[in-house]
């Protein structure tokens, strides 16, 4: 079993759209959660940390429910450039290394 | 601003080639970290590094070696480059605990 498992997608949506995903995660005892955005052929950016109570950023909410393992990401009032492939990401704290998802992709149209 | 830098953008090498891929961080970050990323497959870890001189195999390690002789430098050395070794390579660092990671901008290699 994969330590990190996303939705690849594609989710279509169009402009102005709310689109939401999650990930799970297999070790229980994971404790830093992240959603990174890659854009095409570029590296992989960190969007936004996700904490325990969730939180906001903006058009962007994460959600963490470590009953079930899995954090969520929604994205509000779909913009072009909100277009990526977002990579769920997650580490213990005695960790040097962080697991990552293979992505869910996000095409937003006009 | 924190930064990665990475060697080179672009690399075409010929098959046999002894290939380096230079990483540099100025975070004084103690951990960093090799990975490919190819189409379909996410980015996979060939290699990562807790401190100077110390190194651990990641998931992907055949083929690759590493080198860390200063905390702000992690190398990456393909010993006799093969045609399916031909990716993306993306370097990474962290500062351990709960942080998140930093990526380079990424090395696209060829090997013909």
């Known amino acids: 079993r994969k330590e990190v498992e996303q939705d690849p997608g594609p989710f279509n949506v169009p402009e102005g759209a709310t689109v939401a995903f999650n990930c799970t995660y297999s070790n229980s005892a994971s404790q830093s959660f992240f959603w990174y955005r890659q854009d095409c052929r570029k590296e992989p950016k960190l969007l936004m940390s996700v904490y325990s109570s969730g939180n906001e950023d903006g058009r962007f909410t994460a959600q963490l429910n470590r009953a079930s393992q899995y954090i969520s990401l929604l994205i509000r009032d779909s913009k072009l450039s909100d277009s990526a492939t977002y990579l769920c990401v997650v580490g213990g704290s005695n960790d040097y290394k962080l697991s990552f998802g293979a992505g869910t992709t996000v095409t937003v149209r006009a | 601003d924190v930064k990665v830098t990475q060697s080179s953008r672009y690399l075409v090498k010929r098959t046999g080639e002894k290939v380096f891929l230079e990483c540099v961080q100025d975070?004084?970050?103690?951990?960093m970290f090799w990975y490919r990323q190819d189409p379909g497959l996410g980015l996979r870890l060939i290699y990562f590094s807790y401190d100077v001189k110390m190194k651990e195999k990641g998931d992907i390690p055949e083929g690759y070696s590493v080198s860390r002789e200063k905390k702000e430098r992690f190398s990456l050395i393909l010993e006799s480059a093969s045609t399916n070794q031909t990716s993306m390579y993306l370097c990474?660092?962290?500062?351990?605990?709960?942080?998140?990671?930093?990526f380079g901008p990424g090395t696209r290699l060829t090997v013909l």
């Open positions: 975070m004084d970050h103690e951990n």
């Open positions: 990474a660092s962290r500062r351990g605990g709960l942080a998140e990671q930093f």
